[in-house]
């Protein structure tokens, strides 16, 4: 049972309920859902698509696997660290976190330093992470290409955590 938070229109969530899971999709975005919807029915897959806000969603079930593939950018930094507790409170013994989110040493942040959104300090992902209930299974950041653009045409540049977690 996974639960895919920030699904767009769903890259994640049909490969993952193509593969025989049961899959909750969660997105801000009418337009995305809509495609996911339209996609999952055309491909016969049963997929759970709600659009909400996830600065306000509360996860009510339980996982084993929780996917939160960069959304946190989007979220205040409260908003997101409260999230982050939901999605460790709501995975199963022996379940999977899986994030990826964008940090303080990209463009993304460079460009809006008083930002209230939450790009994470170097390690600051993995430390949330550390403790006896948690095996971090990969943990890293990396430089990735943004599709946006500077104003004067060169590609954004940003750091990435990347994180993989297991619920002991």
Same mark, same amino acid.
Request: net charge negative; charged share 30%; glycine share 6%.
């Given at each position: 049972?996974?639960?895919?938070?920030?699904? %767009?229109?769903?890259?994640?969530?049909?490969?993952?309920a193509?593969?025989?899971?049961?899959?909750?999709?969660?997105?801000i975005?009418?337009?995305?859902?809509?495609?996911?919807r339209?996609?999952?029915?055309?491909?016969?897959?049963?997929?759970?698509?709600?659009?909400?806000d996830?600065?306000?969603?509360?996860?009510e079930?339980?996982?084993?696997?929780i996917?939160?593939?960069?959304?946190?950018h989007?979220?205040?930094?409260?908003?997101?660290?409260?999230?982050? +507790?939901?999605?460790?409170?709501?995975? *199963?013994? %022996?379940?999977l *976190?899986?994030?990826?989110?964008?940090?303080?040493? %990209?463009d993304?942040?460079?460009?809006?330093?008083? &930002? +209230?959104?939450?790009?994470?300090? &170097?390690?600051?992902?993995?430390?949330?992470?550390?403790?006896e *209930?948690?095996?971090i299974?990969?943990?890293r950041?990396?430089?990735?290409? =943004?599709?946006?653009?500077?104003p004067?045409?060169?590609?954004?540049?940003?750091? =990435?955590?990347?994180?993989?977690?297991?619920?002991?």
């Open positions: 049972k996974i639960l895919d938070l920030g699904a %767009g229109e769903g890259r994640h969530a049909l490969f993952l193509e593969k025989g899971f049961d899959v909750h999709a969660v997105d975005s009418e337009v995305g859902i809509k495609k996911l339209e996609q999952a029915e055309k491909r016969g897959l049963d997929i759970k698509a709600e659009i909400a996830l600065a306000e969603f509360r996860i079930d339980f996982y084993d696997m996917i939160c593939s960069y959304v946190n989007h979220l205040s930094v409260q908003e997101a660290l409260f999230m982050i +507790d939901d999605i460790k409170l709501h995975t *199963n013994h %022996g379940g *976190n899986v994030i990826a989110t964008f940090t303080k040493d %990209g993304f942040f460079e460009e809006n330093q008083l &930002t +209230d959104r939450y790009f994470p300090e &170097t390690q600051e992902l993995s430390s949330l992470y550390k403790d *209930n948690w095996q299974i990969e943990y950041e990396e430089k990735t290409v =943004a599709k946006q653009k500077h004067d045409g060169r590609s954004m540049l940003n750091f =990435a955590a990347l994180l993989i977690a297991k619920k002991l």
